[in-house]
């Protein structure tokens, strides 16, 4: 029977790559354990008692009883597609965004007024449109939001950014890092007007603009927007960056065990249908945490490749005779004969054995001269200074 710890074990029936339930909630209920007890520990020592939590600043005396909680992604592979790239947007059965005293800024295209006016109109829901507390156009945003206390003012005011999503790209270094590294990044919504065809969407083309006489012409009617509006307060925003790693807000410490599992599961299942490529083969870990927690894993796989073409099997390579300890040649191709190359050493052995031949026929002419002597025969001497003189030259 496998251990209730082990995060690798494959189900017995199904697909292998899903979330195991129990192991989520379990991990949901200790992670919301610790979070309070942080909490609890921190507000015995605070100078200030509060009550709603916001998770942009590291202040001592920031609040903490509303803390973030995150889904942790690795993927196998870079996520490299621009089309994933794009911030999008997963739906979940528990919002994050369920405040009444919510304040939105909503960032629209041009021209503005268009989007004023439909939250104005009457049929627009009185409940929704008392939330929304800004709308500002793509040109009065870059004009008036220029220096960094100006952006951080805004983002100090309101709670929830929303953005038209054919500007949605442009914002980034319209917003600067002062949006981007807090957790109230701009969250796309779908406003223009769509134009359809037998039920078939009609694409307009993007040089072409509204007239200047019918300044809402661009934009959904004031049911749509709202139902947008509100469909996307209740949804988890996705930023992905072109690396293994991605952070999606699933709940905070205000949620119960089973709240915060089920949305954990709708992210992953989200993620792997729209945001990952290869889905559940190219994710490697799933991790829970809170904003000052450690991670906890709740999901791990058991392989570390996305497709069995990119395992490479070991190929062993026979030893060299004779080789010093028989080691393995280090090259993978076929096996050449081995030369032997000359080295200084070998070089040392043929000069000695030169210099010694010489020394021998030198002294082999020393004996025949002195044999000629002896015998009296002074003819024999020249020819034998001859050869002295050729071997000592």
Request: glycine letters at 4%.
């Amino acid at each position: 029977m496998p251990s209730s710890t082990a995060l690798t074990t494959k189900v017995t029936s199904g697909s292998p790559y899903q979330l195991d339930k129990p192991q989520v909630t379990k991990a949901s209920s200790a992670l919301l354990r610790h979070i309070k007890s942080n909490q609890e520990e921190k507000e015995k020592f605070a100078t200030k008692k509060t009550l709603i939590g916001d998770n942009d600043s590291d202040d001592e005396e920031t609040p903490v009883n509303n803390e973030a909680v995150w889904l942790i992604m690795t993927t196998k592979k870079h996520v490299v597609d621009k089309n994933r790239l794009k911030p999008g947007k997963i739906s979940l059965p528990h919002s994050l965004n369920s405040s009444p005293s919510l304040s939105i800024c909503l960032i629209t295209a041009d021209p503005q007024r268009g989007v004023k006016d439909i939250v104005a109109d009457p049929t627009f829901p009185q409940e929704l449109s008392s939330r929304i507390d800004k709308v500002i156009g793509f040109s009065k945003l870059k004009a008036r939001y220029q220096s960094f206390e100006s952006r951080r003012q805004l983002l100090a005011e309101h709670d929830v950014f929303l953005a038209d999503d054919r500007i949605i790209t442009r914002l980034v270094p319209t917003l600067g890092k002062v949006f981007y590294k807090s957790s109230k990044r701009p969250i796309p919504i779908r406003i223009a007007e769509i134009e359809k065809v037998d039920g078939k969407r009609v694409k307009k083309d993007a040089k072409q603009k509204p007239a200047k006489e019918d300044k809402s012409a661009a934009f959904a009617t004031p049911l749509i927007v709202a139902k947008e509006i509100e469909r996307t307060l209740s949804c988890a925003a996705v930023h992905l960056a072109p690396s293994t790693t991605a952070a999606i807000r699933v709940g905070s410490s205000k949620f119960t065990a089973e709240q915060l599992s089920e949305n954990i599961a709708a992210v992953v299942q989200g993620m792997t249908d729209k945001f990952i490529s290869k889905g559940w083969r190219n994710i490697k870990a799933l991790h829970v945490k809170g904003a000052n927690t450690m991670a906890m894993p709740i999901w791990l796989a058991s392989e570390l490749w996305v497709e069995d073409a990119d395992v490479v099997e070991q190929i062993e390579t026979p030893a060299i005779e004779g080789g010093k300890n028989n080691k393995k040649r280090k090259s993978l191709g076929e096996e050449k004969p081995v030369e032997v190359k000359k080295t200084k050493k070998t070089k040392s052995v043929d000069d000695e054995e030169e210099a010694s031949s010489g020394a021998a026929r030198k002294n082999k002419l020393q004996q025949l001269k002195a044999k000629a002597l002896e015998d009296g025969e002074p003819a024999a001497a020249p020819k034998a200074d001859k050869k002295k003189k050729k071997s000592t030259s």
